[in-house]
Nanobody, 122 residues
Framework: QVQLVESGGGLVQAGNSLRLSCAAS????????RAWFRQAPGKEREFVAA????????SYADSAKGRFTISRDNAKNTVFLQMNSLKPEDTAVYYC???????????????WGQGTQVTVSS
């Protein structure tokens, strides 16, 4: 069993930055890939970024490329999402997921955090 706890969300103005954290506890293994998803009101949950267990492979949604950076610290069982140049359309609840890579494609696992709210004002 893996427990995931997100933090770092908040209210920011457009153009500013936030850094989200996802701390894992329980049965944790560095080989779990991790990802961030987000869900805006009335919309489907969508992929944002992922990172392999070693940190050597990363993937980004087109909306995140060039603005967001995913990283991990396996010694602390923590994954980060640095979000720069935030836009109002980035407003959503951000969720952490533990899964795996199949080739170059991230596959969602069954472990989710409770989410952290990010609100970007214009």
């Amino acid at each position: 069993q893996v427990q995931l706890v997100e933090s770092g969300g908040g209210l920011v103005q457009a153009g500013n930055s936030l850094r989200l954290s996802c701390a894992a506890s329980g049965r944790t293994f560095s080989y779990y890939a991790r990802a961030w998803f987000r869900q805006a009101p009335g919309k489907e949950r969508e992929f944002v970024a992922a990172i392999s267990g070693s940190g050597g492979i990363t993937s980004y949604a087109d909306s995140a490329k060039g603005r967001f950076t995913i990283s991990r610290d396996n010694a602390k069982n923590t994954v980060f999402l640095q979000m720069n140049s935030l836009k109002p359309e980035d407003t959503a609840v951000y969720y952490c997921n533990a899964g795996y890579y199949s080739g170059s494609s991230y596959q969602k696992g069954n472990y989710w955090g409770q989410g952290t709210q990010v609100t970007v004002s214009s």
